[in-house]
């Protein structure tokens, strides 16, 4: 059975960091690209972060660049997300993706981002 365990959100001030990690099971992780999604209300679903096998270049959504980093640990089956200088437009709720043609996503974990 697959499953993406997200943790770490919450609610955080601005200029504040968090942490998210997804624990994945039941699936080959190794094999498949990583990444971290995200949804604000009223607004589509969009790609934050991708990484590879560990030692490829990651990517990030232009929103992002320099303030989130993307890791990701083949022997522990996880993938973090670290996010810095966090403002209010990165509220949202927060999905772990594996890719290889096939999607499997996470039930999500909200980050809020306010005073």
């Known amino acids: 059975q697959v499953r993406l365990v997200e943790s770490g959100g919450g609610l955080v001030q601005p200029g504040g960091s968090l942490r998210l990690s997804c624990a994945a099971s039941?699936?080959?992780?190794?094999?498949?690209?990583m990444r971290w999604y995200r949804q604000a209300p009223g607004k589509e679903r969009e790609l934050v972060a991708g990484?590879?096998?560990?030692?490829?270049?990651?990517n990030y959504a232009d929103s992002v660049k320099g303030r989130f980093t993307i890791s990701r640990d083949n022997a522990k089956n996880t993938v973090s997300l670290q996010m810095n200088s966090l403002a209010a437009e990165d509220t949202a709720v927060y999905y772990c993706?594996?890719?290889?043609?096939?999607?499997?996503w996470g039930q999500g974990t909200q980050v809020t981002v306010s005073s």
């Open positions: 993706n594996a890719h290889r043609g096939a999607d499997f």
């Open positions: 039941g699936f080959t992780f190794s094999n498949y690209v």
């Open positions: 990484i590879g096998n560990p030692f490829s270049r990651p």
